[in-house]
C-alpha cells in the first residue's frame, strides 16, 4: 500500500468513531494545555524580572569587601573601602570608570512636605561614564541632588506638582549631638577611676541615651534621572563629596569605609573577566551579568518543575490514547485480516495505527495550543487590571508568554506522545493471524 492511502484510511478509521476520537482528543489537549500554560507562567515571570534588570548598565560591577563568616583575619584582608581601593581598581585593564558610593538615609523636604528617601553619594564627575541618563534638567552641582523617576512620581503624588526640576529643597538627615558623645567619654574617665569603676561604666553605658538632632541642608533638584530599573529610580543622586560633607559622615567613611566601589567596564565582553580579576585582589564582586545569570538559572528550574507537573496530565492522556487504539483494534479485527488478504504487508498495518494515534496527538496538541493562548491572554488581562488597579498604571503584563519555540515544542512533543502511546496498540495489530482474523464475527 502507498503512504497515501494509508493515511486515508487512518483518517477515516478514525472518524468512523467520532465520539471516541474527540474524547481521547481531549485528554492531548488538556495535557498539552497544562504544559503550556505552567512553562509560559515561568517564562513569563522570566521576562518580567530579566526585562527590568537588562535596562540596568550590563557593564556595572558592584565591589564590597570581603564578607567573613569565620571571623578569621589575615594581613592583607580587606575591610573597608577606601580611597586607595578605588585608586586600585582605576588601573586595572579594560575599567572605564570607577566610582565609590556611599548611601545613607533621609527625608526630603519640599515645600510643608516630607518624603523619606534614600541618598546615594557618587562621583558626579564621572557621571556620563556611569551611565546615568537625564530625563530633564542637568547633572547636579556642589549640594544639588537629581532624583530618580520612581521617587519623582512619588513626590509628585505628595506634594502635587509636577515641575519639579529646578525646585529648591532640604534634606534632612539625623546626626548625634557631638557634645553628648564628649561629655559620655570625660564620664567613663573618672568613673574608671573610681573604686568600683567597672561596675559603674557598665550602668552609665546602659542608661545614656543616644542624643540625635536633626541636619538641615538647603538643596536644589537639578535634574530628572531617566529609569533604569535599579534601585536609583528610587533615590536621591548627589556627588559623594558633597553628600558626606552634607551629613558630617567623615569620620564613618574613616573607619567603616565606602557602602561600596562600583566599577564600569568599557565592554560588556570583558565583564566576567574584569569581575573575576577584582575577585582574586580579594574583593567581592557582582556584576548585572551574574545577577542575570543567577536568575535566569533559577527560573529554568522552575520552568522544568511547571512542566513536569502539567506532563502529568498528558501522561494520563497518553494512556489513554493506548486504551482507545487496543479497543480499535479488538473492533476491527476481521477488517486487519481482509487488509492483509488484499494485500497489506505488516508494516502497512503497524503504520496506520501509528498514523492514526499521531493524529489523535497532532489534533489534541493543536486544540491544547489554542486553549493555551485563550487562558494566557486571560491570565495576562487580569493580571494587568489588578496590577493596574493597586499601581494607579495602564501597562500591559505579560506574566505568561508563549514563545513561537514553545509552542512549536507542544505540538511536536504532542504527537510524539501520540506515536509512543500508540506503538504497542500498532505492533499488536501488526502481529494478528489472518487466518483467526477471518474466524472472527
Do not use: C
Not at 577611676?193 to 559603674?200: G, N
Amino acid at each position: 500500500m502507498f503512504d497515501k492511502d494509508i493515511v486515508k484510511l487512518a483518517w477515516m478509521s478514525l472518524w468512523r468513531r467520532k465520539l471516541r476520537t474527540i474524547l481521547t482528543m481531549v485528554g492531548i489537549m488538556i495535557g498539552t494545555a497544562g504544559i503550556v500554560i505552567m512553562i509560559s507562567l515561568g517564562v513569563g515571570l522570566e521576562r518580567s524580572v530579566t526585562g527590568e534588570l537588562e535596562e540596568i548598565n550590563m557593564t556595572s560591577i558592584e565591589v564590597y569587601p570581603p564578607y567573613d563568616m569565620a571571623g578569621t583575619s589575615g594581613e592583607n584582608q580587606i575591610k573597608e573601602l577606601k580611597k586607595k581601593d578605588v585608586a586600585d581598581l582605576e588601573k586595572l585593564d579594560g575599567v572605564k570608570a570607577v566610582t565609590p558610593l556611599y548611601m545613607t538615609s533621609g527625608e526630603l523636604s519640599v515645600g510643608r512636605d516630607r518624603i523619606g528617601i534614600q541618598l546615594v553619594g557618587v562621583d558626579m564627575h564621572q557621571a556620563d561614564d556611569l551611565g546615568y541618563k537625564l530625563e530633564d534638567g542637568r547633572f547636579p552641582r556642589n549640594n544639588e541632588i537629581l532624583i530618580g523617576s520612581a521617587l519623582l512620581e512619588e513626590i509628585e503624588k505628595t506634594i502635587g506638582d509636577k515641575n519639579m526640576v529646578r525646585k529648591p529643597a532640604t534634606i534632612i538627615t539625623m546626626n548625634m549631638i557631638q557634645e553628648s558623645l564628649e561629655e559620655e567619654e570625660v564620664k567613663a574617665d573618672e568613673i574608671a577611676q573610681d573604686e568600683d569603676a567597672e561596675e559603674s561604666l557598665d550602668f552609665q553605658s546602659e542608661q545614656s541615651p543616644t542624643e540625635m538632632v536633626e541636619n538641615k541642608n538647603r538643596t536644589k533638584i537639578s535634574g530628572i534621572l531617566t529609569a533604569s530599573g535599579g534601585t536609583e529610580d528610587y533615590s536621591a543622586i548627589m556627588d559623594i563629596e558633597a553628600l558626606i560633607k552634607m551629613t558630617g559622615s567623615s569620620q564613618i567613611i574613616e573607619t567603616q569605609g565606602y557602602s561600596s566601589i562600583r566599577v564600569i567596564a568599557e565592554d560588556t565582553e570583558v565583564v566576567d573577566s574584569l569581575s573575576k580579576e577584582i575577585n582574586e585582589m580579594g574583593y567581592m564582586a557582582y556584576s548585572t551579568k551574574d545577577m542575570l545569570e543567577s536568575i535566569g538559572s533559577v527560573f529554568k528550574y522552575l520552568q522544568i518543575f511547571l512542566g513536569g507537573v502539567g506532563s502529568i496530565a498528558l501522561l494520563v492522556a497518553a494512556i489513554g490514547i493506548t486504551n482507545t487504539m487496543i479497543m480499535s483494534i479488538y473492533e476491527r479485527t476481521k477488517e486487519i485480516g481482509v487488509n492483509k488478504v488484499i494485500g497489506a504487508s505488516v508494516n502497512d498495518i503497524r503504520t496506520q495505527f501509528l498514523y492514526e494515534a499521531s493524529f489523535i496527538g497532532l489534533m489534541g496538541g493543536v486544540a491544547g495550543l489554542i486553549i493555551s493562548y485563550l487562558v494566557a491572554n486571560l491570565i495576562n488581562l487580569i493580571a494587568g487590571i489588578a496590577i493596574s488597579a493597586q499601581a494607579g498604571t495602564t501597562e500591559t503584563i505579560s506574566i505568561a508568554y508563549i514563545s513561537p519555540g514553545l509552542a512549536l515544542f507542544a505540538i511536536i512533543f504532542s504527537v510524539v506522545v501520540g506515536i509512543l502511546a500508540g506503538l504497542y496498540p500498532a505492533n499488536r495489530a501488526a502481529k494478528i493471524s489472518v487466518l483467526e482474523a477471518l474466524r472472527q464475527e
